[in-house]
């Protein structure tokens, strides 16, 4: 694209005026864009009960915990060793 060097040519020939319209122009349709999805998929609702469904989480967490060791036990007497000797 060439630049004009007249100065009485009209606004929309010069690119640089084009070059700063870009950048709002791109800002706005992406805010639309985003506006689209946000309507589009909603976020879903959290449980009434998410309070007591953590607490169970966290129990049945702290139950496997305390099983670990003898898992591992469990797992290593199991496994045959990597070189026999």
Do not use: C
Not at 41 to 53: K, M
Not at 66 to 83: F, S, Y
């Amino acid at each position: 694209m060439s630049i004009p060097t007249d100065r009485s040519a009209p606004w929309w020939s010069h690119g640089y005026v084009w070059l700063v319209i870009a950048g709002p122009a791109a800002v706005i349709v992406a805010g639309f864009v985003t506006v689209w999805l946000a309507v589009r998929t909603p976020d879903p609702v959290v449980d009434a009960d998410y309070y007591r469904r953590g607490i169970e989480i966290n129990k049945t967490l702290a139950r496997e915990k305390a099983l670990l060791p003898a898992l591992q036990g469990r797992n290593h007497a199991a496994t045959p060793p990597a070189d026999p000797q």
